[in-house]
C-alpha cells in the first residue's frame, strides 16, 4: 500500500514563493502519474499540476501556468511543486496523489477520480 506525506506549506506573502513536497513509502513512485490538487474553503477540489513517468508529459491548470513547476526525483521517491509569484487565491490545502495507467497531458485537466492515492494534504496561505 501506498503511503504519501507532504510537507512545505504554511505562510506566505503575495509573491513569495514555496515548495511542496510529497514522498510515497510503501511503494515506488515509478509508472504512477503524480500530481497535485487543491482545494479551498467551499470549493470543489481541482487539479493543479500532473506529471507521467510513462512519457514524461506534464498538465498544468491555466490558473497556476508560468508560476507553478512540478518535479520528480526517483531516486528520493519524492514529487515536488515549486510556486513561485504567489497569489492570495492560492491559498488552499495542497494534496498529492498518484494515479496508476495515467498519462498527464497538456490542456487536458485532470480529475480526482482517477487517482487511488492520496496524501493527508498540506495547508498554504498566502496574505499580507
Known amino acids: 500500500q501506498v503511503q504519501l506525506v507532504e510537507s512545505g506549506g504554511g505562510l506566505v506573502e503575495p509573491g513569495g514563493s514555496l515548495r511542496l513536497s510529497c514522498t510515497a513509502s510503501?511503494?515506488?513512485?515509478?509508472?504512477?502519474?503524480s500530481a497535485w490538487f487543491r482545494q479551498a474553503p467551499g470549493k470543489k477540489r481541482e487539479g493543479v499540476s500532473c506529471?507521467?513517468?510513462?512519457?514524461?508529459?506534464?498538465y498544468y491548470a491555466d490558473s497556476v501556468k508560468g508560476r507553478f513547476t512540478i518535479s520528480r526525483d526517483n531516486a528520493k521517491n519524492t514529487v515536488y511543486l515549486q510556486m513561485n509569484s504567489l497569489k492570495p487565491e492560492d491559498t488552499a490545502v495542497y494534496y498529492c496523489?498518484?494515479?496508476?495507467?495515467?498519462?498527464?497531458?497538456?490542456?487536458?485537466?485532470?480529475?480526482?477520480?482517477?487517482?487511488?492515492?492520496w496524501g493527508q494534504g498540506t495547508q498554504v496561505n498566502v496574505s499580507s
Open positions: 506529471f507521467s513517468y510513462s512519457d514524461g508529459g506534464i
Open positions: 496523489a498518484l494515479a496508476n495507467l495515467l498519462r498527464c497531458e497538456n490542456n487536458s485537466p485532470i480529475s480526482p477520480t482517477h487517482f487511488g492515492f
Open positions: 510503501g511503494s515506488t513512485m515509478d509508472g504512477y502519474a
